[in-house]
């Protein structure tokens, strides 16, 4: 018997039906019958009213790790990371527009970059340390 060889979910899949139920699912917002009937068109023409639905579900319980792993990859396009916003900081500094635009954007650019050096506070009152006084107010005695 042939042993199967592992399938790469991170990659579409070999059955261009199953990779295009995995997108239509995806992009359908997970409705795994219409998903069915978009990556197999003669399920619409099905007799059986649950056929399509049965189908799905079985074919959804097939290729779950492909549609996380899709779900995953468009979640971690949406998420801007620190360069991306960078980027747009430096543009929007750059931009033709208000100077007080420009000086938040780079004020923001500043800080995302850490340019901000850190500041020394003084805490002498004419040049004597500063002296603390802890005062405890006592309850009435009975």
Known sequence: MKARTPI???????????????QAYVKLSGNATEAYKVSHPY????????????KASALLAKVRQRI????AAIAASEVMDRAEACRLLTRQARADGSPRD????????????????AQAIDLTTGGQPLTTRILFEHAPSE
Do not use: T
């Not at 399920?43 to 049965?54: L, P, T, V």
């Not at 996380?68 to 779900?71: A, C, T």
């Open 68 to 71: 996380d792993n899709i779900r």
């Open 43 to 54: 399920a619409r023409q099905w007799r059986k009213a649950n056929a399509a639905e049965s």
């Open 102 to 117: 420009s000086r938040e954007a780079v004020m923001s650019l500043a800080k995302l970059l850490g340019w901000e050096a």
């Open 8 to 22: 790469d979910y991170s990659k579409p899949l070999p059955n261009v039906r199953h990779e295009a139920f995995c």
